[in-house]
């Protein structure tokens, strides 16, 4: 065992210093208005780096498109925020961030090499979407007011009351030890570990240069649009003084964290160089009709789980809807998943009875889903939620979640949300009211199990009401094509000294 640990606190090789011009913060990483790459190195040495004990820390400021901050004005109150805003709409107020992943939604990409090679050991592309949903199904309502807040400023189902806080900033001379924009202080500060296989693994990595020889990681930040959203799916042309287009994120005094462990001659004597990760990466595909096949050949050989995540076409990049909700295809009616042309380990078709589309009940009763008061009731989802859970949690049924049935008929409710005879001075449509749903198929049955995809097809089939067009379905919806994340959760085996990642 190692003797003891020290702690490195790095900074990235491409660092770059703020500085403020005239009220406005310029310098920093952003995918706007600077550098958005971030780049980290640790040197190659005789030491054990714990992975599962690293986090990225610094600050993020909230700007408007000139650079200056996004300060909540005096004056302001709870009206401010409340209801649909009516003329009281400010900027502060229409401004959010992701209810899931908070700040942690700036990393885009990671990508993971050895410092002795310009090969990419691993690379997590579209990395907010499964973070945001594990998050959600490992964390109760309540916790979002504790851990994760402090950490990442995430809000989960609190969202419409606690981002007024989150996504704006404080007048610097307001705080009596911070005087300039530029203050060491000045900032939300936060924390969060690189949820990948290889940063966040329970084994300790060696960095000598008979193994990694060292370790890049390279971050890529998120564009402003998908990572800000409005409050209001339709914010209502009179709201005056709500826009706020344009503005952007700096992020700054970045820092990698952690500790690294000494090893005795002993202890490196007798370092295993392999390790088993638990790997993911995503493939894309669409839906563009109510009847959709997405076929993927994974070729990797211990496939643990498969989560389909689906975002609306028009979701992607787009400040007036969040980019952190995410729903089962609209309308769903029914799915098969298959490997091979054959179901598996579900023989059967999944069936949501009722659902959107249904005009009749079982004894022949009119119903209409959008004119229901409980609209979640009109989804008769329990399977497709049991299947989902599992797929994300490896097996396991969700010991606690923020995602509930209360949760998905607010969010069925706000879709349905039409402007009809509310004034243009009011929002309609709540953004802050997210999901974090979809389609999932676990193989590990909690037991270890894996499936072998090497050559071989996974397929889904879905039924549904996407881009159909169906009046039942919301209106600002039943048109629209979506988008399909689908996240291939794999393990697979890495050596530290050859660098060879086996799936």
């Known amino acids: 065992m190692p003797v003891s640990k020290v702690y490195f606190s790095i900074p990235p090789v491409n660092d770059l210093s703020v500085s403020e011009n005239g009220g406005s913060i310029t310098g920093g990483f952003s995918s706007a208005k600077g550098n958005g790459n971030i780049r980290f190195q640790i040197s190659a040495q005789d030491r054990l780096l714990d992975t599962s004990d690293m986090y990225l820390t610094g600050r993020i400021c909230h700007v408007k498109s000139d650079g200056s901050p996004l300060i909540v004005p005096a004056g302001t109150s709870k009206a401010n925020y409340n209801l649909q805003n009516g003329q009281l709409m400010t900027a502060v107020a229409n401004q959010n961030i992701s209810n899931w992943g908070g700040v942690s939604n700036m990393v885009k990409r990671v990508i993971v090499q050895s410092k002795k090679t310009s090969v990419n050991i691993s690379e997590n592309r579209n990395y907010p979407m499964y973070v945001n949903t594990r998050a959600a199904w490992t964390h109760s309502k309540d916790d979002f007011l504790v851990s994760p807040l402090i950490r990442t400023s995430a809000s989960g189902t609190y969202a419409n009351d606690l981002n007024r806080k989150s996504a704006t900033m404080a007048s610097a001379g307001a705080m009596g030890n911070v005087s300039t924009l530029t203050d060491l202080h000045y900032g939300h500060p936060f924390s969060f570990r690189l949820e990948t296989a290889l940063l966040d693994n329970v084994k300790e990595v060696h960095l000598g240069n008979d193994f990694m020889g060292g370790l890049v990681i390279n971050l890529e930040l998120a564009q402003e649009n998908g990572f800000y959203y409005n409050r209001f799916r339709d914010m209502g042309t009179n709201q005056t003084t709500a826009n706020v287009d344009g503005s952007y994120y700096i992020v700054k005094d970045l820092k990698l964290t952690g500790r690294l462990a000494i090893p005795t001659p002993q202890d490196i004597q007798n370092y295993n160089s392999q390790m088993l990760l638990g790997s993911r990466f995503n493939?894309?595909?669409?839906?563009?009709?109510?009847?959709?096949?997405?076929?993927?050949?994974?070729?990797?050989?211990?496939?643990?789980g498969i989560v389909n995540l689906y975002l609306d076409q028009n979701q992607e990049n787009n400040r007036t809807l969040s980019q952190s909700t995410f729903r089962v295809p609209l309308g769903l009616r029914e799915y098969t998943q298959q490997k091979q042309n054959t179901r598996t380990p579900q023989d059967y078709v999944i069936e949501v009875q009722p659902n959107l589309l249904a005009t009749s009940d079982e004894a022949g009763n009119v119903i209409n889903p959008s004119t229901a008061g409980k609209k979640a009731s009109y989804q008769g989802d329990a399977e497709v939620r049991n299947l989902f859970q599992r797929a994300v949690l490896n097996g396991e049924v969700a010991?606690?979640?923020?995602?509930?049935?209360?949760?998905?008929?607010?969010?069925?409710?706000?879709?349905?949300?039409?402007?009809?005879?509310?004034?243009?001075?009011?929002?309609?449509?709540?953004?802050?009211?997210?999901?974090?749903?979809?389609?999932?198929?676990?193989?590990?049955?909690?037991?270890?199990?894996?499936?072998?995809?090497?050559?071989?097809?996974?397929?889904?089939?879905?039924?549904?009401?996407?881009?159909s067009g169906n009046t039942n379905l919301p209106t600002s919806r039943r048109d629209e094509n979506e988008v399909v994340q689908s996240y291939i959760k794999n393990t697979s085996a890495f050596d530290s000294k050859t660098l060879m990642m086996s799936q």
């Open 399 to 467: 010991g606690k979640t923020a995602c509930s049935l209360e949760l998905e008929n607010e969010v069925i409710n706000e879709e349905y949300e039409v402007r009809g005879i509310i004034t243009q001075d009011n929002g309609v449509g709540l953004n802050t009211k997210a999901n974090a749903m979809g389609i999932g198929i676990d193989y590990t049955f909690h037991m270890g199990e894996t499936s072998d995809f090497r050559q071989r097809d996974y397929d889904i089939l879905v039924k549904s009401g996407v881009a």
């Open 283 to 304: 493939l894309i595909n669409d839906i563009t009709s109510s009847v959709n096949s997405n076929k993927y050949t994974p070729n990797v050989s211990s496939v643990r």
